[in-house]
């Protein structure tokens, strides 16, 4: 949506939308040929669904498998496919790393240099990620690097994330790894003045570690993926006039609520802490984005049965949320994960909008094959958020 | 649609259009959980339906509430959020004026002046129509406006609209209402030479306005909000080969219907001169815009059961359209005006497109729930008069 546009057409009222994301809920039939969502037992939601608008929404374009960036941003109200995080962002978000507009980013992984300085093993043969806490902790007391401040997190197993911080650092740098073995490191180069500053920063650090790691094989040496500067979003609300927070148990969420400007509650141990923390800050804010991780992870590892149980649990913590009373909820997912596949895919997500003034359609049931018949239809992700803010009345008419 | 691709595509040929817009058509359900054009009794358009192709359209985009304006924009083809009317135009267009290219419009409002020259009223204590049209009369006869035509017209209460006409003026100017009372009027200023040039026109007539009401308290001046020089837009002749005429009672919709190079037919007083209008001009022209209004201000008015006799009215009006055998017949909304909102809301438009050459759906009534599982799906409302160009087979195939 045009910013322009909608900066004429924003209203300020008192009306609360509650944004529940279910990661990765769309499924695929598996048992008794039912999706994991079809098969839940979901009374809460179906009683909901009745008095709501369902539809299906497409994350980034037909066919698009998403990642949670791109999935998050749609559901934000971006374009996932126009407006990009770096991967190097998006694993610093991941370790709840705080960027700053100074920041570039990039993922490394440990991997094992030979005698030739030619690459060996681009993941050093999966070192447990103690190791890997260890090799980070020499590194910063070994390696420095004159005139940025630098940052190296461990991630899991061979995997970590590197951000310096500075002034007039590009992020278009080429990736180190060589993406083969046999050949050695790639040289990191800068594609513009800005970058080619950062380019020789890391180029000084990489050589540092190569030194200080030399008798840490298998693990002596890293390879950079994914360089990217942070360039902080307009916020929800320089975009939607919305004070907006986030209720999330996982780094990467809390890390993209930050990222368009969201207040992150402290992070919740439990469904029940979630709750509490809604209910403690349900005046404080006009949008609250509520982030469920389990319906992803438990169709990523193939197992149907427990995504079911989630949905299920999920299903008892929407009923709680009607009880406050918020103008708008919605119920969707930033993709879908189906346990058939093991993994995010392409399949439109079913979602849910209930506001007192939407129109219902004649969904009685919250499933992939009901809400292919609700009537926002199949839409684009990126639309939800234009949804919301009408049913919330927060926008006024568009012309004369 | 991309106007060079069309022009390659376009047919010329006898098949006949009726395009009939019942202005705020969609609803929401209040009554028996039933929307207005659930509850009306319409066996015309049920047994219509059943033989066409239906759908739910989205004037603007998602979650967009649009004006009259958008809403026919968007009918008539164009993409209402890249081409826009201004204010003033819309105005001028409302009250029937016939704008020329050489013209800038503006809305006035009545206003009082205290003592100071600051705005007490910004709406002169809302006069009643009959002072504004002898106000209009006295400024009129006392106001010149060397160099330049000026055309001042009533609209209502304190409303009015002012037109000059000249060459070479502009419209980007600042409206002069400052939008809160204990201020002055603000000065017009223009943003580029042009404009600079209708301002200092302006702004000669907002100051003999001043001494020739001095006299008039509380409407001794007024305030002047969204100048807008008019730009015709191209013509359905231009970009879909069709002669095209409105049947149409009010003046806002002849005024829409001129802004495209529509003929505009006599205004008929009665549904039944509508039709005898469209027998009369039927063999004169290739597309009809019908436009029906009562049912959009019967929604406005929240009037639930009047909104359903005026679609039960249309019905039997429609029963009458088929007699003439047209090629293609829609029925649709500019927007939807749900009587439970009183007001134009975002929800998207039930819409039926008769052919022979149409592919029927499913459903065989027309309403809201029943459009969802239309063959047209959820679409934007700019891709109408394509379909009616296809359905009417004026268009080529396109490419090898």
């Known amino acids: ?35 994991e969502l079809e098969t839940a037992n979901t009374p809460n939601l179906d009683k909901l669904i009745t008095k709501s608008v369902c539809g299906m929404l497409d994350p980034a374009s037909p066919g698009i498998t998403p990642g949670s960036g791109p999935g998050h941003l749609a559901l934000f ?151 990217a500067k942070f360039d902080p979003l307009p916020t929800m609300e320089d975009r939607f006039g919305l004070r907006s927070a986030a209720i999330a148990q996982y780094p990467m969420y809390r890390g993209l609520a930050r990222l368009v400007g969201m207040s992150v509650l402290p992070k919740p141990d439990t469904y029940q802490a979630m709750w509490e923390s809604l209910q403690q800050h349900y005046n404080d804010y006009d949008f609250f984005f509520v982030h469920f991780k389990k319906t992803d992870s438990t169709g990523e590892d193939g197992n149907f049965d427990e995504k079911v149980k989630k949905i299920e649990e999920i299903d008892r913590w929407v009923a709680q949320v009607e009880s406050l009373n918020p103008e708008v909820i919605i119920i969707t997912g930033d993709h879908s994960t189906p346990s058939y596949l093991k993994n995010h895919s392409w399949h439109p997500v079913p979602t849910l909008l209930y506001s007192k003034q939407c129109r219902p359609d004649r969904v009685t049931t919250f499933g992939e094959r009901d809400c292919n018949a609700g009537g926002i239809g199949r839409m684009a992700t990126k639309h939800l958020m234009m949804l919301a803010m009408a049913n919330a009345l927060r926008l006024k008419k568009f012309g004369a």
């Open 1 to 35: 949506m045009n910013q322009d546009i909608l900066n004429e057409l924003i209203v300020r009222n008192d009306n609360k939308i509650v944004f529940i994301v279910m990661d990765g809920l769309g499924g695929l039939p598996m048992k008794d040929g039912r999706t």
């Open 77 to 227: 109200g971006f374009d996932p496919l126009e407006t990009q995080i770096g991967r190097g962002v998006l694993s610093a978000l991941g370790v709840d790393f705080e960027l700053t507009g100074k920041d570039v980013a990039a993922r490394l992984n440990f991997c094992t240099l030979d005698g030739d300085g030619k690459v060996s093993d681009r993941r050093a043969g999966r070192i447990p990620t103690e190791t890997n806490l260890k090799l980070c902790e020499k590194i910063r007391a070994n390696v420095k690097l004159p005139g940025v401040e630098y940052f190296l997190m461990t991630e899991s197993e061979h995997r970590a994330v590197l951000v310096i911080r500075g002034e007039g650092l590009g992020g278009n740098i080429n990736d180190t790894d060589p993406q083969v073995t046999g050949a050695p490191p790639r040289k990191a180069e800068g594609e513009d003045p800005a970058s080619r500053k950062s380019a020789e920063i890391f180029e000084n650090f990489f050589a540092q570690v190569r030194e200080v790691l030399k008798d840490d094989h298998p693990a002596n040496m890293v390879l950079a993926r994914g360089f």
